[in-house]
């Protein structure tokens, strides 16, 4: 029988900076809740919350309250751009006219 409600697993664990994993929607739940109520009330923590209770009440995927629960957790870090990672096209095909 497939798990139902709280104890639903998600696909993929969610590793917290502190080492702790989150496995269960549950554990997530329990995570947000024990967070300060200032931080807790960032626009991406209630995302997440409103995805959690979403995904235990409704049934839905829980890959929506994974992707949630993620982006609350690296809401400020800064993704940067390194321009060594983007491949050079070598060998770019010549038109006709430029020949």
């Known amino acids: ?43 991406e923590w209630q995302i997440a919350i409103s995805e959690l209770m979403l995904a235990v009440e409704r049934h839905r995927p829980t890959m929506l309250a994974w992707i949630a629960v993620k982006k609350a957790l690296n809401r400020h870090k800064v993704r940067e751009f390194n321009p060594s990672r983007k491949d050079p096209h070598w060998g770019r095909r010549k038109l006709k006219r430029d020949q």
């Open 1 to 43: 029988m497939a798990e139902r409600g709280w104890q639903r697993k998600f696909e993929d664990p969610i590793e917290l900076p502190d080492g702790r994993v989150l496995v269960t929607l549950h554990d997530a739940a329990t995570y947000i809740t024990e967070l300060p109520k200032k931080e807790s009330a960032a626009p």
